[in-house]
């Protein structure tokens, strides 16, 4: 079981022991405010404060959606009264389904810089396919208070075999490292070590090295021949090809393939932003199709989270409206006080329900 390497590293320890000291560490981030994940794109705010209310007073909840098409971006944010409450609501209801999937609660961090600079955080690999969120979080609390947990998953929800846990101290995170890398996790051998950001990895000589170079935005009568001209200054090259459809047409991008990697390099610091023939062409490493779509999810989430930065805590919740309210009186009233980015009355609200 995924929990026995930690209680074979460290005596007592409880997820309801690290709620409590965590809540008690309202230095570090706001003792009452909850970020909630991995939601369901179904549950909407009043569902949410139906489940939060249960545990103590809430003062406002708010699930983000998309500016344009109010979809559910997955996460949510609840404030509490006390910080008493917001720990035992992450106490109790952290990995509890909704709608069919377990939500994943922890402090909000409104501070970006803590968040992205990696401080604390540690990564973990080869973990068992069924070690979820719980599973882990169960494993690396007793370390010490953790601001986040997550399993990586695919667009179908299966574990990608690897997590992360960020730790309010360092001390934490070294302990883990230290007492958890090499050992078995439902008999897997894992790896822990600390969290290298993304950047840091590019930037990093064994990272670096590559030998295909992806060429776009070439004028339509751009040719082989031009490409093998234009790059072969640079170095030898093995192969070149401009991409054509069907009819023959050029798609207006191509791949100059070098014997060496330094000369690749080369190609792409000095041509990257390059006019020829009226067209600026844009010259980088070619990924593959799996990079490529890794690197603009990491882009959107990034939009994502600096969003949810700028407006968290801007959301109102109101509750026993008159059925005569629509959206256009609700935003008459509240308009006196502030620019209004949205209003909504929703209709025929769902109560809480587990499945």
């Known amino acids: 079981m995924a929990a026995q390497a930690a209680s074979s590293a460290s005596e007592g320890g409880s997820p309801a022991a690290a709620a409590a000291a965590a809540a008690a560490a309202a230095s570090s981030f706001p003792a009452t405010s909850l970020y909630v994940g ?13 489940v939060f209310a249960q545990i103590g007073g809430v003062v406002s909840v708010r699930v983000c959606r998309d500016v344009t098409s109010r979809k ?30 377990p939500i994943r609660i922890m402090y909000s961090n409104r501070d970006p810089s803590l968040r992205k600079s990696g401080t604390a955080n540690i990564f973990i690999k080869n973990l068992d396919k069924s070690i979820d969120n719980k599973a882990l979080y169960d494993t690396f609390c007793v370390f010490g208070n953790i601001l986040s947990c997550k399993v990586a998953t695919d667009p179908a929800g299966e574990s990608k075999g690897y997590g992360f846990v960020q730790y309010e101290r360092d001390e934490a995170a070294h302990a883990a490292i230290e007492k958890l890398n090499g050992m078995l996790m439902n008999d897997k051998k894992v790896y822990v070590g600390p969290f290298v950001r993304k950047q840091e990895r590019d930037n990093s000589p064994g990272n670096v090295k590559f030998n295909n170079v992806y060429v776009k935005n070439l004028a339509e009568t751009t040719t082989e021949d031009d490409l093998k001209e234009i790059f072969g200054k640079f170095g030898a090259i093995t192969s070149v090809v401009v991409m054509r459809d069907g009819d023959g047409r050029s798609k207006c991008f191509g791949f100059v393939n070098f014997e060496s990697p330094d000369e690749a390099a080369l190609a792409v610091q000095d041509l990257n932003g390059k006019k020829f023939s009226d067209k600026e062409w844009y010259v980088g490493r070619a990924q593959k199709k799996s990079e490529r779509e890794m690197e603009l999810k990491e882009k959107f989430e990034k939009n994502l989270q600096e969003a949810a930065d700028k407006y968290q805590n801007t959301n109102l919740y109101l509750k026993n409206l008159d059925d005569t309210v629509d959206d256009e009186k609700l935003r008459e009233l509240f308009a006196d006080f502030g620019t209004i980015t949205s209003c909504k009355v929703c209709l025929n609200s769902q109560l809480l329900i587990y499945t």
Do not use: C, H, K, W
């Open 38 to 50: 991995d939601l369901d794109v179904s549950v909407q705010d009043a569902q949410l404060f139906d």
């Open 72 to 101: 559910s971006l997955g996460y949510a944010y609840v404030n509490y009264n006390t910080p008493a409450d917001a720990a035992r609501a992450l106490e109790m209801l952290n990995f509890t389904p909704i709608n069919g999937r």
